[in-house]
């Protein structure tokens, strides 16, 4: 196909601070991928008469609502870009309670009420968990392509441009532009895609865990899981079995850092697994759980669908740079331990909107990067940086070995373990703060990891010294 080159300006429709490093970029002679480093104040605001154009690159959670409050806001023009409109990510799918009415989500978008969960350990113990749980909880279960649809579509009915595209490159200002200039493949549905290109005043990052735009800004690097799902049809009978109930199977034979997972959804389940320190055998571990499920999935398992996809393990070290701000995967916000990044996808994006809405009285004027960080980064880090570091302790201590997951879904069984879990997931906040309880827990796990210690198998020896310094 002949392709033609369309320069075209898009139609307007009418704290972890000690992981944040800056970039100037008022510095001179510097070179950032071969373009000069854009003279972008931190210190002082643009004023602005016409509306504030911003591209939300990504129409995942966070790109589809952090487009929606700009789109509701005065005095901007928002574009929203996504290259696949019905892309299914590989994702477990799970969302928390207050999601559900925090972002206004309609029942259809939950596949399954999650009211029960199975933890199986390496040995085979099972432990039910989910008795704590009131009568109107649940984990909901969600496929993505659904989800997002419904968030991207929200979005473009409050005002939002949609445009099906595949970003390729984003040029920085210069002294002499002072916007951003995204080159993009436009599908038109006439051919492969037709090469495009508009400015823009401001610049969302919700591109995933492979962002341009992070590369774009120099975002810096960070590690990554791959996780693999496999979405299977089961027999009727078997789908009964999960109709509210969710497994997490833990062990070096499914993963030697995570956990595997049978998740529920609307008529089949997602039976996955994830691993960062040995990417390479990521098929191995899901043809274990396959092994270890199989008698639950039936005689006659239908694959229909297989996904793989990278997932960041923690912030990247610069989340705004300049009139960039990167939000869910772009900036690495995907918990340790539980592996949860549908919230906090939504919420970061959300908030980033929110915080530059703001900041520009009425899209009169452009934030600066400081102010940005001032707003957007020091809340949402206050907010859920708690979050982060205990998941990312708790994935240390009791996902290392086996010993340590035997006695992690020993300690499942005590009901105030399963209380602080779930109200912790269920409504973002760290939960505990029960003197006594957490005394007799503390002797508990001492208890559970000495026996997990006594019945463990050894966890097999792997070495991958080249791959595992890949970085995104």
Known sequence: DSLSTSACRVQRPTNLATMIATLSVAALGLQLGGQPVPRISRVSSVEMRDPIRVAVIGGGPSGACAAEVFADAANFDCTLFERKMDNCKPCGGAIPLCMVEEFALPPEIVDRRVRKMKMISPTGREVDVGRTLKPEEYIGMTRREVLDGYLRDRAIEKGATSVNGLVQKIELPTPERDTYLVKYSNYDGKSRGVP????????????????????????????????????????????????????????????????????????????????????????????????????????????????????????????????VALVGDAAGYVTKCSGEGIY????????????????????????????????????????????????????KVFYTNNGAREAFVDMCASDYVQKVTFDSYLYKTVQGNNPVEDVKLLFSTIGSVIKGNAIAKPDKVFSNPVESLKRL
Request: glycine share 8%; charged share 30%; proline share 7%.
């Open 344 to 395: 906090f996808a939504a919420k970061s994006g959300r908030m980033a909107a929110e915080e530059i809405v703001e900041l520009s009285q009425g899209g009169s004027r452009l934030p600066t990067e400081q102010e940005i960080k001032d707003t957007y980064l020091k809340k949402y880090d206050a907010k859920y940086g708690p979050t982060y570091l205990v998941l990312d302790i708790l994935q």
């Open 196 to 323: 495009s290109e508009a400015e823009f005043d401001m610049l969302i990052g919700a591109d995933g865990a492979n962002s341009r735009t992070a590369k774009a800004i120099d975002a810096g690097e960070y590690n990554f899981a791959i996780a693999f799902q496999e979405r299977i049809k089961i027999p009727d009978d078997k789908m009964k079995y999960y109709e509210d109930l969710a497994e997490m199977y833990v062990g070096d034979d499914v993963s030697p850092d995570f956990y595997a997972w049978v998740f529920p959804k609307y008529d089949h389940v997602g039976v996955g697994t994830g691993t960062v320190v040995n990417r390479p055998a990521i098929g191995e571990y899901q043809a274990a759980i396959r092994e270890r499920c199989a008698d639950r999935l039936g005689p006659d398992p239908k694959v229909i669908k297989v996904e793989a996809h990278p997932i960041p393990e923690h912030p990247r070290p610069r989340r705004v740079v300049g009139r």
